[in-house]
């Protein structure tokens, strides 16, 4: 009888044709995603042409809605007059109070996690008109920098606080119950199961802020600033400059889409090192 012998660790053929299948797959995800990523760029740039093709013809008055020369002008233009010096000022207000909000709303999630009571009257707060706040908070404050600072923390803070609180709320009952059967303290609770099991969530609340914050800067800076983007916009406003008001926005977009990208890839760094 001819025996046939198996090598050792298994059948060798089906663990390459795993492999090779693998392969196409990871594949295919790098395409789809290269196909969304150039699909994005299409759409933008034909937007753009529409938009140009628009004021030059006539269809738009480009006046009122301006046109992308235009606005490249406008920018081109700033160059001279401290654009670079605006940005920083609205990025540094973004950066100081995305990362205070962000601090200490995680800080208050954790005293308030066993407080169902504090966490009700957190959820009123949140419904609050905190940009109505504006004029209270810069008299409190002072008119500057700081009050800036101070709405882009109130509107992003509460943030934090709710949506961790409900992940630390919604970690399994089960592993709770099971660490606390073998003695663990709360403590050592929160550390070992409750916070690890909720950093996916503590990176979408960080997504959530960078806009917030942003949004309480350039509402503070609509009220009371002598620079930032913020203030370009609204000067625009007042000398109706619509190429300038414009500039100002998309210059926001295109800030806003960088933060956002920077929390993405820092998220994915993360949670790769805790897969691994």
Same mark, same amino acid.
């Given at each position: 009888m001819n025996?046939?012998?198996?090598?050792p660790g298994?059948n060798?053929?089906?663990?390459?044709?795993?492999?090779?299948?693998r392969?196409?797959?990871?594949?295919?995800?790098?395409r789809q995603?290269?196909?969304?990523?150039?699909?994005?760029?299409g759409?933008l740039?034909g937007l753009?042409?529409l938009?140009e093709?628009?004021?030059?013809?006539?269809? @738009?008055?480009?006046?009122?809605?301006s046109s992308? !020369?235009r606005? &490249?002008?406008? $920018?081109? #233009? =700033?160059?001279?007059?401290?654009?670079?010096?605006?940005?920083?000022?609205?990025l540094?207000?973004?950066?100081?109070?995305?990362?205070?909000?962000?601090?200490g709303g995680?800080l208050?999630? @954790?005293?308030?996690w066993?407080?169902?009571?504090? !966490?009700?009257i &957190?959820v009123v $707060?949140? #419904? =609050?008109p905190?940009?109505?706040?504006?004029?209270?908070i810069i008299i409190?404050?002072g008119?500057?920098?700081?009050a800036?600072?101070?709405m882009a923390v109130?509107?992003?803070?509460?943030?934090?606080v709710?949506?961790?609180?409900?992940?630390f709320r919604?970690?399994?009952?089960? $592993?709770?119950?099971?660490?606390?059967?073998?003695?663990?303290?709360r403590?050592?609770i929160?550390?070992k199961?409750?916070?690890p099991?909720?950093?996916?969530?503590?990176?979408n609340?960080?997504?959530?802020?960078?806009?917030?914050?942003?949004?309480?800067v350039i509402?503070?800076?609509?009220l009371?600033s002598?620079?930032?983007?913020?203030?370009?916009?609204?000067y625009g406003?007042?000398?109706f400059?619509l190429?300038?008001?414009?500039?100002?926005?998309?210059?926001?977009?295109?800030?806003?889409?960088?933060?956002?990208r920077c929390?993405?890839?820092?998220?994915?760094?993360?949670?790769?090192g805790r897969?691994?």
């Amino acid at each position: 009888m001819n025996h046939k012998c198996t090598p050792p660790g298994g059948n060798t053929t089906a663990g390459a044709e795993l492999s090779a299948e693998r392969r196409a797959y990871l594949r295919q995800v790098r395409r789809q995603k290269q196909e969304i990523t150039l699909w994005r760029a299409g759409v933008l740039v034909g937007l753009l042409l529409l938009w140009e093709i628009a004021a030059r013809l006539g269809w @738009i008055d480009s006046f009122i809605m301006s046109s992308p !020369s235009r606005i &490249l002008d406008t $920018l081109f #233009s =700033l160059a001279d007059n401290q654009i670079l010096m605006h940005f920083s000022v609205t990025l540094y207000e973004t950066l100081t109070g995305f990362v205070i909000g962000a601090f200490g709303g995680l800080l208050l999630a @954790i005293l308030l996690w066993q407080s169902e009571l504090v !966490s009700k009257i &957190l959820v009123v $707060l949140n #419904s =609050l008109p905190k940009i109505a706040l504006g004029p209270v908070i810069i008299i409190w404050v002072g008119a500057g920098t700081e009050a800036i600072i101070v709405m882009a923390v109130a509107i992003s803070m509460i943030v934090t606080v709710l949506e961790m609180l409900e992940g630390f709320r919604s970690t399994d009952p089960e $592993l709770i119950r099971m660490a606390e059967t073998f003695g663990a303290s709360r403590q050592q609770i929160f550390r070992k199961i409750v916070f690890p099991a909720n950093i996916p969530v503590l990176f979408n609340s960080l997504k959530i802020n960078i806009g917030l914050s942003l949004v309480g800067v350039i509402a503070g800076e609509f009220l009371v600033s002598k620079a930032g983007l913020g203030y370009l916009i609204v000067y625009g406003g007042q000398v109706f400059q619509l190429d300038l008001v414009m500039t100002g926005v998309i210059i926001l977009a295109l800030m806003a889409v960088g933060m956002y990208r920077c929390i993405t890839l820092v998220e994915n760094r993360v949670l790769r090192g805790r897969r691994r």
